[in-house]
């Protein structure tokens, strides 16, 4: 999704492509949020009032320090 705005899937596959390029790190977490998955990611980062209520950058950073807390651990 971009600016509320679902992709078509060439778009995302070009969006994937540039995220594994610039930020590799970031594309696990990426398909995890896709899934929404619940070992990633706690339900209530899901919910529709929490997704509206950050810019798309605030969420992301939260995923960011979420997966960098979690890889400590393993």
Do not use: C, N
Not at 27 to 56: A, C
């Amino acid at each position: 999704m971009y600016m509320r705005k679902r992709l078509t899937t060439e778009e995302e596959d070009k969006a994937e492509k540039w995220v594994q390029i610039h930020h590799p790190g970031w594309l696990v977490p990426m398909m995890g949020f896709k899934l929404q998955d619940p070992s990633m990611f706690p339900k209530s980062m899901f919910f529709k009032g929490v997704i509206e209520k950050f810019t798309m950058s605030q969420w992301w950073h939260l995923v960011e320090k979420r997966s960098t807390k979690k890889s400590r651990l393993i």
